[in-house]
């Protein structure tokens, strides 16, 4: 098994499915399966997740990486696409975009 307890695989999962995996369970009110999750999903419209939510999402965010995000950079991270760029950039972990695929994170 993976070490994030996920399937067989031995690849690590990409940064976007790990932060959809952690969106999809800080925000767990809204029943969200991550292979849904695109980077245009907004997180307050398409999630309905309030101020708190959003602020809970970062925290895990920062808990998962080991990184700081400003409370500037939270409330400008409005969809997945941006927390995945945010949380790239923090960690020095950018990855080609032609690596990212929608729905791959199953």
């Known amino acids: 098994r993976s070490a994030d307890g996920g399937g067989m695989t031995s690849a690590p999962l990409s940064t ?8 999809a ?5 809204a029943d969200i399966d991550p292979v849904t999750l695109t980077d245009a999903t907004t997180l307050r ?7 708190l939510g959003v602020h809970e999402v970062a925290m895990a965010l920062e808990d998962r990486f080991d ?16 927390l995945v760029r945010l949380v ?7 990855e ?7 729905g791959a994170c199953a």
Do not use: W
């Open 96 to 102: 080609p975009q032609s690596q990212i695929h929608e």
């Open 45 to 51: 419209t398409d999630l309905e997740a309030d101020t």
């Open 67 to 82: 990184i700081e995000i400003g409370d500037d950079e939270v409330e400008n991270a409005r969809t997945i696409g941006c």
């Open 25 to 29: 369970t800080v925000l767990t009110h």
């Open 16 to 23: 976007a499915c790990r932060v959809r995996k952690i969106v």
């Open 88 to 94: 790239e950039r923090l960690t020095g972990d950018a």
